[in-house]
């Protein structure tokens, strides 16, 4: 759990409100018996783990309580979910939102009775019995500890009546047992928050084993720790609890937007014995003088939200910032995580050291120079490890490719070597700190180390070929947004009701003139292509290819009113009359008096008038969103348009018809071969999704800017695959020609 406190940040953003440290055990009241072998960098111990089916079942079933509450919530607990939500960046009206809010407070419950239950062993506390707020009310009294301090979560549960949540305070003193809290605490909260919910929130937990290389590489005894981004701790934290290890911080600045995220971190901190201060606040908002303490190093796994998902007001204020801060023209098209590389610097003395975890990307876009050059002349950089992109991210609901960047703060910047490290094959934590320390150039069983002194990095070029020993031979690629635009398909609000087959257009006896072809959905058709001769046999199928579409107002249909509260559309009977009318007319009058779900559809009857569909051009080029296999660009050869089960691409116009069947060729290539695994995002059950931003972000080679003869060669390929489609045959050797092609281009 990590990264809550700045996606989708609020303009109007909390103060910062320090959550000292409470006095956790001394480090020399501490056990600290000897490790197995005392020059282990790594401490390999026998770990306790406290999560369990059991345990979550129990908070599962408690939300499950809770829920109805929240949904049926007064207009005061109205208004604090949408406070809380405001925070957090996702809609207050969303159907999912209260079970999401049900699950955190229910998670907040257990953690704040788990402190409670921590002081009680100490002394601190009488035994926790009755009311929990009245329990929580006295611990915040009689220890002062901040993390007691009610919020939303604590206001909405407790408002919830006959909600029975006794079950979860009884089991305050399992957490406690656990030797690995942060990983037991964030691991808990991602099997209560479902996947497609903590991409809502920005919740990536930090892998343990990419934590363990940062943490061990940045760190070393009596350190000053900042966390920004703090979540459940993973980075920060002690590797376990009874004992320490030179690597320990001996304070942590944990910082972290969200209430939630700060009462985890601090949670699993003081379970682990690790001194620290959890601060509830943007990160932005935090300048060095407002902690106690000077920092030593900084660990961080920022959020990875986009540009284009972030306020228009907040961003402005955060590229301002950053070129205040730097002196750099900083593209507003950056992406969070960048603006935390600008923001972190000033924490840091020279000699001081920083291992971050973000995407790789900026290392090839145009956004990337700044944050570059900034990087060249700030620090030595020590060192980048990226998991090779084709193998799965160990972020298993993030859309990235895992990148640490080894950083250390210095005044005399290009003088020593950066080393480029690709991991195809994990070979453990002490090889990866071996290579990022002391790595020698060259291939090894489990990747590669590249040893390029810094001086001759360019910010100006792309350093993602770098991770290659021979980068001079990567194609030169772009990404397709340079090239083509990508759009969603159409909504009709109701595909059922709005897509016809031939049958019942004939059926209906609707006139032509209202109709346009619409490309079938992807099951109907296993192909690289859609021709005019394919309608015949869709028609004869029974598939639905026509969609009413060319409507605008027509006399003798009803006009419609969506009513909120009964989620339901109505309309006068009056105009339901039984006067002879066109079939289109009568086909729209039947739709609303016998189809089961067209007047329930608010997005539909928001239109003026209801039947009228969204407009949308004909896309030459087709690519499917979502898939359990792999993903497909398709030719559309006809005027039909598409629905919103594929993304339309339009290459740019001074793309001939050749180029553009020489692009689909390489993007089915980079599809088959699954060079566009950090572009995809892992959804529930191994479906795997594109966003119209993912896909436009996807590298590929210009055609305009190719040889004739490859272009023409590319274009070959692409119909022989098409027709190897068609013909039921392999098409393996095709996509081997293609590969052939594209490396005679490196």
């Known amino acids: 759990m990590a990264n809550l406190h700045s996606t989708y940040p609020s303009i109007d953003r909390e103060p910062a409100i320090p959550v000292t440290g409470i006095a956790a055990t001394p480090p020399d009241a501490r056990r600290r018996p000897e490790p197995p072998n005392s020059e282990t960098t790594v401490p390999e111990l026998r770990k306790h783990s406290v999560f369990s089916d059991t345990l979550v079942k129990l908070l599962e079933t408690t939300a499950a309580v809770v829920e109805p509450g929240i949904t049926d919530a007064s207009p005061a607990i109205q208004e604090l979910v949408e406070s809380w939500c405001e925070l957090h960046g996702y809609a207050p009206d969303d159907d999912e939102t209260p079970s999401i809010i049900a699950h955190q407070a229910v998670f907040a419950l257990l953690l704040k009775g788990t402190l409670y239950e921590w002081h009680h062993q100490r002394g601190d506390l009488p035994e926790f019995t009755g009311d929990a707020r009245e329990n929580f009310q006295l611990a915040s009294e009689e220890t002062g500890d901040p993390a007691f301090t009610p919020c939303t979560l604590d206001e909405i549960l407790w408002s919830v009546e006959e909600a029975d949540t006794t079950a979860v305070t009884e089991a305050r003193d399992r957490l406690l047992k656990s030797t690995q809290p942060a990983t037991d605490i964030g691991r808990l909260y991602e099997t209560l928050i479902l996947g497609d919910h903590r991409r809502v929130l920005g919740q990536y937990r930090t892998p343990q084993s990419l934590g363990q290389v940062m943490r061990t590489w940045a760190t070393s005894g009596g350190d000053v720790v900042l966390d920004p981004g703090m979540g459940a701790g993973e980075l920060s934290g002690p590797f376990h609890p009874d004992w320490e290890i030179s690597t320990d911080p001996d304070h942590v600045h944990g910082i972290d937007r969200s209430p939630l995220a700060a009462l985890a971190g601090r949670t699993a901190q003081t379970i682990a014995g690790q001194q620290h201060e959890a601060r509830r606040s943007d990160f932005f908002d935090v300048e060095p003088t407002d902690l106690d303490r000077d920092v030593d190093a900084v660990l961080c796994n920022p959020p990875y939200t986009r540009h284009d998902s972030l306020p228009s007001a907040y961003k402005d204020e955060l590229n301002a910032q950053a070129e205040e801060l730097t002196g750099l023209d900083i593209p507003k098209t950056s992406p969070l995580y960048s603006y935390f590389y600008y923001h972190l610097r000033q924490f840091l003395d020279v000699g001081d050291r920083a291992a971050v975890l973000t995407p790789h990307h900026f290392l090839e876009r145009d956004y990337g120079e700044s944050l570059k050059r900034f990087l060249l002349r700030e620090f030595d950089i020590r060192a980048l490890l990226l998991d090779n992109p084709e193998n799965e991210s160990k972020f298993d609901t993030a859309q990235t490719t895992d990148m640490v960047v080894f950083l250390e703060a210095t005044d005399e910047p290009d003088t020593g070597v950066t080393r480029f490290i690709r991991v195809d094959e994990n070979p453990g934590v002490e090889t990866k700190l071996e290579a990022v320390q002391n790595g020698i150039h060259g291939e090894t069983d489990w990747g590669a180390i590249n040893c390029i002194e810094q001086s001759e990095l360019n910010p100006e070029e792309r350093w993602d070929n770098l991770f290659d020993l021979n980068p001079d031979e990567l194609p030169d690629l772009r990404p397709l947004s340079d090239i083509a635009e990508v759009h969603r398909g159409l909504q009709t609000g109701e595909n059922d009701f709005f897509c016809l087959s031939q049958e019942q257009v004939e059926s209906w006896g609707i006139d032509p003139q209202y109709l346009s072809r619409i490309v079938p959905k992807r099951r109907y058709f296993d192909g690289y292509d859609v021709r005019a001769d394919d309608w015949a046999n869709f028609d004869e199928q029974g598939r639905p290819t026509w969609l009413l579409y060319h409507l605008d107002r027509l006399p ?132 795997q999704k594109f966003e119209p931003g993912d896909v436009g972000e996807i590298p590929v080679i210009d055609p305009r800017e190719q040889p004739d003869d490859v272009v023409a060669t590319l274009a070959e390929c692409f119909d022989e695959l098409r027709e190897a489609a068609r013909c039921n045959q392999d098409e393996t050797a095709v996509i081997e020609r293609i590969d052939t092609v594209v490396r005679r281009l490196q």
């Open 556 to 687: 003798g249909v009803p006009e419609t009113t969506y009513d909120d509260e009964d989620e339901r559309a109505y309309w006068s009977e009056d105009s339901m009359n039984t006067d002879q009318a066109p079939s289109i007319v009568g086909y729209l009058r039947h739709g609303l008096t016998n189809h089961d779900k067209l007047p329930t559809r608010s997005s539909v009857h928001g239109r003026d008038p209801w039947y009228r569909v969204e407009r949308g051009d004909t896309a030459p080029i087709l690519v499917t969103p979502m898939s359990r296999s792999e993903f497909r660009a398709i030719l559309n050869e006809t005027n039909a348009r598409h629905l919103n089960n594929y993304y339309g691409v339009y290459p740019d116009a001074t793309m001939s018809r050749q180029g553009q069947r020489a692009l689909l060729a390489y993007l089915n290539y980079v599809f088959a071969d699954n060079g566009v695994s950090q572009y995809r995002r892992q959804l529930v059950g191994g479906l």
